[in-house]
């Protein structure tokens, strides 16, 4: 078992270049369109810019997944299979997928590209795990962010996979490519259109001293006065469970809160993960460099057994506040 | 070729006795044709159906449908793995695979995708039927061009190809018990608070509007999904399959009342005003049209 590989966002090329030159082993990325889980308004590569960025990273040793890990549309699928084709022409290390048609069509099409298997296809167990190898040769799976680090350990003592898991950034709570809560609020899914608690059905709306964030049709979380009003992502709104009214509403899925598991390094170096991966391709470059660069040290003086030195991400994190998530069972 | 009602798998905590009583009376009153039966929420709840499952089984085949078992939703525990495992290996009946880990298990044997299982396009839907899928349940923010294009793939593969008609839409899935977390439990210690709800908790946005029903370690839809008057269309297009989704509320009715659209008997339109009466809840259709899943959209107009 060799060292991790830190595992980096880039929704632009010049976030590309900031987490390269701070240390990633692998940027993740994906074109501009709703070919990937991340399509947001100004964000992500088109093909001239992959090139480019691939062939920035592979200059200095670093390689670059292409995450195309939406589920593509019926009668559509020409979109996702040009971004296979274009990843593979452009030489990139891996493609990150979810769908099944899709990933029969790579691993027929394109023999020789590596596929990872994306977050999305929410693959929870070794029985899954297996389908996907035996299928179509998936070399690596990213976890989906549901199970315990004891979890993880028992599944990479089963399966003949590279197992990556999330570190650091925002935080689902739900199995990720199974949840139609965007789409139930807006009619823009993850899942179709690559979009959670989608920008163009956000609103802000003064009420009094205090602030409401809406999405779509329904109000999402009201901050009083001096309270720092966060983005309306859906599964981080405050209701009301029970139903009717309350003064007091509740985070009911989860805080405003960012994973950070940086204490749980040695649970996940015995548990065989083999790569640790960076949340927020929807970032500036002045905070991929300041997340790449800390974590980038971390796993530098965890690896020679020196101590791992605190990460000063206040800041980064959102709310303030940090969690473990699903890998320690205090979340559940 | 004759369409098949489907009653789906009870998703809520219905007390061992009920859940009997519940499946004695589709058995011997509800015109539906498929029955899927199991826990596919939460593992912790299995044991309890357990000592009443061989009967709910037997009373519902000598009625003479058609049962089916389904697999969890998420296998992540050892636990749900296990579950997951014993359900395929039984082999007793046939098996509605709702993760992709007991779709690895089940093949070369007959079995049907469930509705947990992504399959979004038809490229999907030709792997899923060279392992040898029989059925398989859409997922339910599927629009409806997309849906005509599902059941025209599924019929050139010898595909049964099912949409849900009625009942809460299933929206996510997570590893952590809301029901518990929403009563200050742990979710090991959840006390089983979700049986208390056996229609859902209901979740209200701040502003006190309606807006989802916890499960468990489920989200549903607040509302009713209901495509009684996109029948017909949805028949046209070549849907075999209805799948109704129980609720807290007279499924023999709506069953009733489903099938008699499907015999040409009853209107769409009103088969909508006899579940409007029956129901609190708004009735939804929003994914069908392309549009946000918690609205309504009035099928007679033009489609989007």
């Known amino acids: ?332 | 070729m004759k369409p098949t009602l489907t009653l789906g798998p009870v998703l809520f905590n219905w007390p061992a006795e009920r859940w009997r009583d519940f499946y004695a009376r589709i058995a011997d009153e509800a015109p539906v044709d498929a029955v899927v039966v199991g826990e596919i929420v939460c593992s912790k709840r299995a044991p309890f159906l357990a000592p009443v499952m061989d009967e709910v089984i037997a009373r519902l085949a000598a009625a003479g449908k058609e049962v089916w078992l389904a697999s969890p939703i998420l296998a992540g525990s050892d636990r749900e793995r296990a579950a997951m495992r014993d359900l395929v290996e039984s082999d007793l009946l046939p098996v509605e695979a709702n993760d992709m880990g007991a779709l690895a298990l089940l093949e070369g044997r007959r079995h049907a995708v469930g509705p947990f299982i992504n399959s979004y396009n038809e490229a999907t839907l030709a792997w899923l039927a060279g392992r040898g899928a029989v059925a398989v349940s859409l997922p339910a923010e599927l629009p409806a061009a997309s849906v005509a294009m599902m059941a025209k793939t599924g019929a050139a593969l010898g595909l049964s190809m099912e949409v849900q008609v009625f009942g809460r839409a299933p929206l996510a899935i997570s590893a952590r018990c809301y029901h518990a977390r929403a009563h200050a439990l742990h979710k090991d210690g959840c006390q089983f608070v979700c049986t208390n709800d056996p229609d859902g908790m209901p979740v209200s946005t701040v502003d006190g509007q309606p807006f989802l029903s916890v499960n468990g370690t489920q989200t549903l839809s607040h509302g009713y999904l209901a495509l009684a008057a996109e029948i017909d269309r949805l028949r046209a297009m070549g849907i075999q399959r209805f799948r109704l989704s129980p609720q807290d509320l007279d499924m023999v009715a709506v069953a009733k009342a489903f099938r008699a659209i499907l015999d040409g008997a009853r209107s769409g339109q009103d088969v909508m005003a006899e579940l409007r009466a029956m129901t609190a809840v708004p009735l939804e259709n929003g994914f069908f049209h392309n549009m946000a899943g918690a609205a309504y959209a009035d099928a007679a107009a033009p489609a989007a």
């Not at chain 1, 940086?262 to 015995?270: D, F, G, N, S, T």
């Open chain 1, 1 to 332: 078992m060799g060292s991790f590989e830190l595992i980096c966002p880039a929704g632009n090329p010049a976030a590309l270049r900031a987490a390269v030159d701070a240390g990633a082993d692998a940027v993740y990325l994906g074109f501009r369109d709703e070919t990937n889980a991340r399509n947001f308004p100004g964000l992500n590569f088109s093909r001239p810019e992959l090139a480019e960025a691939i062939a920035y990273a592979h200059a200095r040793s670093v390689q670059v997944f292409v995450a195309i890990n939406t589920y593509p549309q019926a009668g559509n699928l020409a979109p996702w299979q040009r971004a296979v084709d274009d990843a593979a022409r452009l030489k990139a290390d891996a493609v990150i997928l979810a769908d099944l048609g899709l990933l029969d069509y790579a691993a027929k099409r394109h023999p020789d590209l590596r596929l990872h298997l994306s977050v999305q296809a929410s693959a929870a167990n070794a029985e899954a795990i297996r389908l996907y190898r035996e299928a179509f040769g998936v070399r690596r799976v990213v976890l989906p962010r549901v199970l315990t680090v004891p979890e993880i350990a028992r599944l990479n003592a089963e399966v003949d996979v590279e197992t990556e898991v999330f570190v650091f950034g925002g935080l689902c709570p739900m199995a990720e490519g199974r949840c139609s809560l965007s789409s139930y609020a807006t009619g823009l899914s993850p899942n179709k259109q690559g979009v959670c608690s989608p920008a163009s059905h956000v609103r802000y709306e003064p009420r009094g001293e205090a602030l409401a964030s809406r999405l779509g049709g329904f109000t999402i979380n009201v901050f009083g006065a001096g309270e720092p009003a966060g983005y309306p992502t859906l599964c981080k709104g405050r209701f009301v469970p029970g139903g009717g009214t309350s003064s007091d509403p509740a985070y009911l899925f989860e805080e405003p809160t960012s994973l950070n598991a940086l204490a749980l390094l040695p649970e996940l170096k015995a548990a065989k993960v083999c790569a640790l991966k960076i949340e927020g391709r929807q970032r500036g470059k002045a905070y991929i460099a300041a997340v790449v660069g800390a974590y980038r040290r971390a796993l530098d003086a965890f690896e020679r057994g020196l101590p791992v030195p605190a990460l000063d991400l206040e800041a980064m994190v959102e709310g303030g506040a940090q969690t473990t998530g699903a890998y320690t069972r205090a979340w559940r």
